[in-house]
């Protein structure tokens, strides 16, 4: 394939409304593996950059952080700057070595050893929850995204961060504002750049608030640890702080809600998957990670070469952009046997739903909690699902989100 073909014919890659009539261009995808795995395209704002759509150049171009750096910008939404506001960056945005000094503040309460003692606790959240639709009638009508995937994740690191439980409908809110920013029912009339920026006034006010109290009287949550944190000579800087704590909730959100609420409906469309795993609760911990490869969250975050190098044969320029598409690298054939069957009995597994590398995902291993314990408590209860209407899509091209997800469940009756 021509780079001039490549790039008419490849719109859709960056276009957000063909995400959400659409979904997720897997056929462009495949052909870019095949033909052009790296590929140089024209994105909708005229700039030029690399597509990078086969596993293991993903994983080349994520374990060299040097050469590939983040968050110039971001994602491919956003011009190098991030947008008019100078903001302190994110640990998504951070390069070594400074990227690991901010991460190690909280990093040990994410591995699971560290999330072994909030294990009880995320349970009973989720069970809450679950409880919600899980009792009266056997029979009910639900928008399963509504009132499943997406209150757990927002309650979980609400509960996490420190936040009263009577705030967690505001940050989930504010994160439908920040990480659907481009979605119209979630702008309330006002541009993408507007909503971005008056959610996240609203949410940094709430932090400055939360820290000062935490600073005063610390507990063991996360904004306690954020402005307790000892940087060597320094402690973290107020609109740091701010910023740790909107990507912890934008980070852990969107994403969560999207693979739970993708993977019921993976089971929808392959019931005897469900079946299967109704049968067997050993294929629980095989299923989330199928679950995570078939729904792919994020689909893609950029780097930015720092000098001149080779990828998969293509010459890549000091200052290029890249753009890591890890759905594709979810159904790449040279690693999945497959890959376009959803078996919750895949292994060995080596998705790239969290990325890998230097920024791989924080958050990893609540997720992953977060997913067992929904589908633990559901498998045994839910007799029969189907949907009801048509899902509605998020409107993005860096997440991809389902919004609505109209349901009707018959339960069986409780032990
Ligand atoms: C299914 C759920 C999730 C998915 C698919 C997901 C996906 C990702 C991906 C692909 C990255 C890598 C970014 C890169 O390489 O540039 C990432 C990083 C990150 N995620 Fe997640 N995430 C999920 C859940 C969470 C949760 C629950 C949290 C927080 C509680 C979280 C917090 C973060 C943070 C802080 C980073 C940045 C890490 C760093 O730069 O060192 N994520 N995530």
């Excluded at 052909?31 to 030029?48: I, K, M, N, S, T």
Aim: some cysteine; overall charge negative; proline content about 7%.
């Amino acid at each position: 394939m021509s780079q001039a073909l490549a790039a008419a014919e490849m719109p859709r890659l960056l276009d957000p409304q063909s995400y959400q009539d659409l979904g997720y261009p897997h056929e462009q995808w495949q052909r870019l593996r095949e033909e052009a795995p790296v590929a140089r395209l024209v994105a909708p704002d005229g700039r030029d950059y690399w597509a990078v759509t086969r596993h293991a150049d993903i994983v080349e171009v994520s374990r060299q952080p040097r050469r590939f750096e983040s968050g110039k910008p971001l994602n491919m939404e956003l011009s190098r700057d991030g947008g008019q506001v100078q903001l302190p960056p994110t640990v998504l945005d951070m390069n070594p070595p400074v990227h690991g000094i901010y991460r190690q503040i909280i990093s040990r309460r994410f591995t699971p050893r560290g999330l072994r003692r909030v294990y009880r606790d995320v349970e009973d959240l989720a069970l809450e929850v679950l409880d919600e639709v899980t009792t009266g009638d056997a029979f009910a009508e639900i928008d399963f995204v509504e009132k499943l995937s997406a209150p757990i994740p927002i309650a979980v690191i609400g509960w996490m961060l420190g936040v009263p439980r009577p705030d967690w409908p505001r940050l989930f809110d504010w994160t439908n504002q920040t990480a659907g920013a481009g979605d119209p029912e979630y702008q309330q009339g006002r541009s993408q750049q507007e909503t971005t920026e008056a959610a996240r006034i609203e949410i940094f006010e709430y932090f400055d608030d939360l820290a000062r109290r935490r600073r005063e009287q610390p507990e063991d949550d996360l904004v306690s640890a954020l402005v307790h944190a000892d940087l060597g000579d320094r402690s973290m800087s107020v609109p740091e702080m701010l910023m740790y704590s909107l990507v912890l909730v934008a980070g852990g959100n969107e994403t969560t809600r999207n693979a739970t609420s993708g993977g019921m409906l993976a089971f929808i469309e392959n019931p005897d998957q469900w079946a299967a795993l109704c049968d067997d609760p050993e294929l629980l911990k095989p299923a989330v990670e199928e679950v995570l490869r078939w729904t792919t969250p994020v689909i893609h975050f950029t780097r930015r070469a720092t000098e001149s190098c080779e990828l998969h044969g293509q010459k890549i320029r000091e200052g290029d952009l890249a753009a890591l598409f890890y759905p594709s690298a979810n159904r790449d054939e040279a690693v999945f046997d497959d890959p376009y069957s959803f078996r919750i009995d895949r292994a060995p597994n080596r998705h790239l739903a969290f990325g890998v590398g230097e920024h791989f995902c924080l958050g990893a291993h609540v997720a992953r909690l977060e997913l067992e314990v929904i589908y633990r408590h559901l498998a045994p209860r839910l007799e029969h699902i189907e949907l009801t209407g048509p899902i509605e899509r998020l409107r993005s091209v860096t997440l991809g989100g389902i919004k609505h997800m109209p349901v009707r469940y018959k339960l069986r009756p409780a032990a």
